[in-house]
Protein backbone atom coordinates (compact mmCIF):
# COMPACT_ATOMS: atom_id res chain seq x y z
CA UNK A 1 0.00 0.00 0.00
CA UNK A 2 2.88 2.40 0.91
CA UNK A 3 4.51 1.73 -2.78
CA UNK A 4 1.56 2.81 -4.57
CA UNK A 5 0.64 6.28 -2.47
CA UNK A 6 4.28 7.01 -3.62
CA UNK A 7 3.73 6.03 -7.04
CA UNK A 8 0.89 8.11 -6.76
CA UNK A 9 2.11 11.53 -5.83
CA UNK A 10 4.16 12.20 -8.68
CA UNK A 11 1.30 11.62 -11.19
CA UNK A 12 -0.98 13.71 -9.03
CA UNK A 13 1.97 16.67 -8.90
CA UNK A 14 2.50 16.18 -13.07
CA UNK A 15 -1.37 16.91 -13.42
CA UNK A 16 -1.22 19.62 -11.60
CA UNK A 17 1.69 21.58 -13.45
CA UNK A 18 -0.02 20.35 -16.75
CA UNK A 19 -3.43 22.44 -15.53
CA UNK A 20 -0.84 25.89 -14.41
CA UNK A 21 0.19 26.52 -18.02
CA UNK A 22 -3.43 25.96 -19.16
CA UNK A 23 -4.32 28.57 -17.21
CA UNK A 24 -1.75 30.55 -18.67
CA UNK A 25 -2.95 30.10 -22.53
CA UNK A 26 -6.17 31.33 -21.69
CA UNK A 27 -5.16 33.99 -20.41
CA UNK A 28 -3.10 35.20 -22.76
CA UNK A 29 -5.73 34.28 -25.53
CA UNK A 30 -7.76 36.44 -24.20
CA UNK A 31 -4.78 39.27 -23.95
CA UNK A 32 -4.32 38.46 -27.76
CA UNK A 33 -7.74 39.01 -28.57
CA UNK A 34 -7.44 42.63 -27.61
CA UNK A 35 -4.53 43.75 -29.75
CA UNK A 36 -5.84 46.22 -32.51
CA UNK A 37 -5.29 45.40 -36.09
CA UNK A 38 -1.81 47.53 -36.42
CA UNK A 39 -2.03 47.06 -40.06
CA UNK A 40 -4.42 50.18 -40.56
CA UNK A 41 -0.83 52.29 -39.32
CA UNK A 42 0.35 52.54 -42.45
CA UNK A 43 -2.23 54.56 -44.10
CA UNK A 44 -2.74 57.13 -41.51
CA UNK A 45 -0.79 60.65 -42.65
CA UNK A 46 -0.59 62.02 -39.37
CA UNK A 47 -0.66 59.95 -35.67
CA UNK A 48 -4.35 59.24 -34.19
CA UNK A 49 -3.07 60.01 -30.34
CA UNK A 50 -5.77 58.26 -28.94
CA UNK A 51 -5.88 55.46 -31.19
CA UNK A 52 -2.34 55.07 -31.19
CA UNK A 53 -2.58 55.04 -26.95
CA UNK A 54 -4.87 52.42 -26.97
CA UNK A 55 -2.99 50.08 -29.73
CA UNK A 56 0.49 50.51 -27.75
CA UNK A 57 -1.69 49.71 -24.41
CA UNK A 58 -2.64 46.28 -25.90
CA UNK A 59 0.48 45.73 -27.28
CA UNK A 60 2.46 46.48 -23.99
CA UNK A 61 0.20 43.98 -22.19
CA UNK A 62 0.91 41.02 -24.41
CA UNK A 63 4.90 41.65 -24.50
CA UNK A 64 4.61 41.32 -20.49
CA UNK A 65 3.94 37.91 -20.55
CA UNK A 66 6.99 35.67 -20.70
CA UNK A 67 6.62 33.35 -22.74
CA UNK A 68 10.04 31.80 -21.27
CA UNK A 69 7.95 30.59 -18.50
CA UNK A 70 5.16 28.59 -20.45
CA UNK A 71 8.04 26.36 -22.27
CA UNK A 72 9.43 25.71 -18.47
CA UNK A 73 5.75 24.81 -17.25
CA UNK A 74 5.59 22.38 -20.33
CA UNK A 75 8.78 20.44 -19.45
CA UNK A 76 7.73 20.16 -15.80
CA UNK A 77 4.41 18.72 -17.02
CA UNK A 78 6.11 15.48 -18.38
CA UNK A 79 4.93 12.89 -20.79
CA UNK A 80 3.10 11.16 -18.64
CA UNK A 81 -0.08 13.64 -17.63
CA UNK A 82 -3.02 12.61 -19.20
CA UNK A 83 -4.12 15.17 -22.38
CA UNK A 84 -0.11 15.64 -22.61
CA UNK A 85 0.10 15.22 -26.34
CA UNK A 86 -3.03 17.52 -27.20
CA UNK A 87 -2.19 20.33 -24.73
CA UNK A 88 1.33 20.20 -25.46
CA UNK A 89 0.33 20.60 -29.23
CA UNK A 90 -2.44 23.50 -28.18
CA UNK A 91 0.13 25.45 -26.61
CA UNK A 92 2.86 24.99 -29.25
CA UNK A 93 0.28 26.73 -31.63
CA UNK A 94 -0.18 29.31 -29.18
CA UNK A 95 3.41 29.70 -28.96
CA UNK A 96 3.77 30.53 -32.63
CA UNK A 97 0.41 33.09 -32.34
CA UNK A 98 2.36 35.09 -29.51
CA UNK A 99 5.46 35.09 -31.41
CA UNK A 100 3.65 36.71 -34.30
CA UNK A 101 1.88 38.68 -32.00
CA UNK A 102 5.40 40.04 -30.73
CA UNK A 103 6.84 40.17 -34.35
CA UNK A 104 3.47 42.73 -35.01
CA UNK A 105 4.46 44.64 -32.05
CA UNK A 106 8.03 45.23 -33.05
CA UNK A 107 6.53 46.48 -36.64
CA UNK A 108 4.52 48.64 -34.80
CA UNK A 109 7.00 49.88 -32.64
CA UNK A 110 9.34 50.43 -35.65
CA UNK A 111 7.03 53.02 -37.43
CA UNK A 112 5.40 54.86 -34.97
CA UNK A 113 9.27 55.56 -33.36
CA UNK A 114 10.24 57.81 -36.15
CA UNK A 115 6.84 59.73 -36.48
CA UNK A 116 7.18 60.21 -32.74
CA UNK A 117 10.38 61.42 -33.19
CA UNK A 118 9.21 64.18 -35.42
CA UNK A 119 6.68 65.28 -33.63
CA UNK A 120 8.64 66.20 -30.75
CA UNK A 121 10.35 68.75 -32.70
CA UNK A 122 7.21 71.00 -32.82
CA UNK A 123 7.44 70.72 -28.66
CA UNK A 124 8.27 73.68 -27.11
CA UNK A 125 11.12 73.68 -24.66
CA UNK A 126 9.21 72.83 -21.09
CA UNK A 127 7.60 69.85 -22.74
CA UNK A 128 10.81 68.41 -24.44
CA UNK A 129 12.78 69.22 -20.83
CA UNK A 130 9.90 66.76 -19.33
CA UNK A 131 10.18 64.26 -21.79
CA UNK A 132 13.83 63.53 -22.08
CA UNK A 133 14.08 60.39 -20.70
CA UNK A 134 11.32 59.16 -23.63
CA UNK A 135 13.12 60.34 -26.38
CA UNK A 136 16.43 59.32 -25.35
CA UNK A 137 14.82 55.85 -25.40
CA UNK A 138 13.19 56.45 -28.62
CA UNK A 139 16.22 57.75 -30.31
CA UNK A 140 18.26 54.22 -28.84
CA UNK A 141 16.01 51.94 -29.96
CA UNK A 142 16.92 49.69 -32.38
CA UNK A 143 14.26 46.95 -34.50
CA UNK A 144 16.38 44.16 -32.94
CA UNK A 145 15.52 45.59 -29.63
CA UNK A 146 12.82 44.23 -27.53
CA UNK A 147 9.47 46.53 -27.77
CA UNK A 148 8.54 47.32 -23.91
CA UNK A 149 10.40 50.18 -23.49
CA UNK A 150 9.64 51.72 -26.54
CA UNK A 151 5.73 51.20 -26.31
CA UNK A 152 5.98 52.50 -22.79
CA UNK A 153 7.79 55.48 -23.66
CA UNK A 154 5.35 56.57 -26.73
CA UNK A 155 2.78 56.13 -24.59
CA UNK A 156 4.85 58.21 -22.15
CA UNK A 157 5.00 60.87 -24.62
CA UNK A 158 1.78 60.88 -25.85
CA UNK A 159 0.13 61.36 -22.28
CA UNK A 160 3.14 64.28 -21.60
CA UNK A 161 1.80 66.05 -25.23
CA UNK A 162 -1.87 65.76 -24.21
CA UNK A 163 -1.37 67.04 -20.82
CA UNK A 164 0.75 69.93 -21.61
CA UNK A 165 -1.89 70.89 -24.83
CA UNK A 166 -4.62 71.42 -22.48
CA UNK A 167 -3.31 73.79 -20.10
CA UNK A 168 -1.37 77.35 -19.92
CA UNK A 169 2.04 76.89 -19.31
CA UNK A 170 4.75 79.69 -18.24
CA UNK A 171 8.37 79.02 -17.98
CA UNK A 172 11.21 81.35 -17.83
CA UNK A 173 13.12 81.22 -20.91
CA UNK A 174 16.00 82.90 -22.64
CA UNK A 175 14.77 85.61 -25.77
CA UNK A 176 16.66 88.71 -27.73
CA UNK A 177 19.85 87.49 -24.54
CA UNK A 178 17.90 88.53 -21.94
CA UNK A 179 15.70 85.80 -19.47
CA UNK A 180 11.45 86.57 -19.96
CA UNK A 181 8.53 84.86 -18.67
CA UNK A 182 6.85 82.80 -21.33
CA UNK A 183 2.64 81.64 -21.98
CA UNK A 184 2.53 78.63 -23.73
CA UNK A 185 -1.30 78.40 -24.95
CA UNK A 186 -1.07 74.69 -25.35
CA UNK A 187 0.68 73.54 -28.38
CA UNK A 188 -0.78 76.11 -30.43
CA UNK A 189 1.08 79.34 -29.65
CA UNK A 190 3.50 80.95 -26.92
CA UNK A 191 3.39 84.68 -25.94
CA UNK A 192 6.49 86.45 -24.52
CA UNK A 193 7.84 89.62 -22.58
CA UNK A 194 10.12 91.05 -20.10
CA UNK A 195 9.71 93.71 -17.13
CA UNK A 196 11.69 96.64 -19.74
CA UNK A 197 10.70 96.58 -23.11
CA UNK A 198 11.28 92.74 -25.02
CA UNK A 199 7.82 90.95 -26.05
CA UNK A 200 6.97 88.94 -28.87
CA UNK A 201 5.27 85.33 -29.66
CA UNK A 202 6.12 82.17 -30.97
CA UNK A 203 4.52 78.79 -32.83
CA UNK A 204 5.49 75.28 -33.53
CA UNK A 205 7.45 75.10 -36.58
CA UNK A 206 8.85 71.75 -38.10
CA UNK A 207 12.09 71.82 -37.11
CA UNK A 208 11.19 73.43 -33.78
CA UNK A 209 9.56 76.66 -32.49
CA UNK A 210 9.94 80.21 -34.54
CA UNK A 211 9.86 83.28 -32.57
CA UNK A 212 9.06 86.70 -33.41
CA UNK A 213 9.81 89.99 -31.30
CA UNK A 214 6.45 92.43 -31.47
CA UNK A 215 7.05 95.04 -28.55
CA UNK A 216 3.75 96.20 -28.67
CA UNK A 217 2.04 93.10 -26.95
CA UNK A 218 4.56 93.95 -24.20
CA UNK A 219 1.29 95.84 -21.95
CA UNK A 220 -1.16 93.22 -22.77
CA UNK A 221 1.30 90.25 -21.76
CA UNK A 222 2.29 92.14 -18.63
CA UNK A 223 -1.22 92.35 -17.85
CA UNK A 224 -1.93 89.03 -18.39
CA UNK A 225 1.07 87.85 -15.90
CA UNK A 226 -0.03 89.90 -13.35
CA UNK A 227 -3.56 88.53 -13.45
CA UNK A 228 -2.01 85.17 -13.10
CA UNK A 229 0.25 86.18 -10.15
CA UNK A 230 -2.90 87.71 -8.35
CA UNK A 231 -1.70 91.27 -8.33
CA UNK A 232 -4.66 92.74 -10.49
CA UNK A 233 -8.13 91.38 -10.76
CA UNK A 234 -8.71 89.48 -14.05
CA UNK A 235 -8.82 91.07 -17.22
CA UNK A 236 -9.33 90.36 -21.01
CA UNK A 237 -5.90 91.03 -23.12
CA UNK A 238 -6.00 90.86 -27.08
CA UNK A 239 -3.29 89.16 -28.38
CA UNK A 240 -2.37 88.66 -31.66
CA UNK A 241 -2.95 84.54 -32.51
CA UNK A 242 -2.64 82.86 -35.61
CA UNK A 243 -3.39 79.21 -35.66
CA UNK A 244 -1.67 76.97 -38.79
Known amino acids: MLHRIISFLPLTALIAT ?9 E ?5 SKIVDTQTLESKERLDWEARKQEMTALLELHQRELALLNEELEKAGQSAPGHGETTEEMKAQIDDLKSARRLASEAVARTTPRALSMSKRFPSPLLK ?7 NLNAWKPTDEPREALQSVLSLIAKAQQFNRRLTRSSEVREDREVEVLYLGLAAAFYAD ?7 GHPGPDGWVWKSNPDIRPELISAFDSLDKKRPPAMVRLPLEIK
Open 130 to 136: DCEAELS
Open 28 to 32: LRETI
Open 195 to 201: RKKNAGS
Open 18 to 26: AQEPEATVI
